[in-house]
């Protein structure tokens, strides 16, 4: 078989144009809803440890009066963010499973790269999922915990 012919076969196996995958939006599928916990923690956390603990001494009320609603804005900005990864992962998926009863040239344009494209979709959208419930979890704190109270 000369060079030309593994060329062409190749190229028989390689996804359409129209339903190549982006790598931004794999990445975004796959690293959007942790990266959005992340952020959500990195954030939160230190404003209200400042708010409530500035100088090495505790305060009974916290330094701005609006800290509740600035730590849930964080939360719905980094569960937005979450949703947009899940949603993006979800249809990623979709695309790259194979719809039954369809039969044809595109059928298998997602199987050329072995599967890789179903399985990462696949994981963005179960890492999306854990990461929603721990945006959702971590968000619920705000609610539930008052600003600079005592644990004990």
């Known amino acids: 078989m000369s060079s030309t012919g593994k060329q062409d076969i190749a190229k028989e196996h390689r996804a359409p144009p129209d339903r190549s995958v982006s790598t931004y939006r794999t990445l975004l599928a796959l690293f959007g809803a942790p990266t959005s916990w992340v952020g959500q923690m990195s954030l939160s956390e230190p404003l209200a440890a400042y ?18 609603v600035i730590l849930a804005m964080i939360s719905l900005i980094c569960l937005a963010g979450g949703l947009l990864s899940g949603y993006v992962a979800w249809n990623l998926w979709r695309q790259a499973s194979p719809l039954p009863g369809v039969t044809g040239a595109g059928e298998h344009a997602f199987e050329a790269d072995g599967g890789q494209t179903r399985f990462l979709a696949r994981l963005g959208t179960m890492s999306s999922f854990v990461f929603i419930v721990a945006i959702l979890f971590t968000g619920c704190a705000v609610l539930l915990v008052p600003p600079c109270s005592a644990w004990i």
Do not use: I
């Open 51 to 68: 708010a409530c603990y500035p100088y090495q001494v505790p305060l009974p009320a916290p330094l701005w009066a609006d800290l509740s």
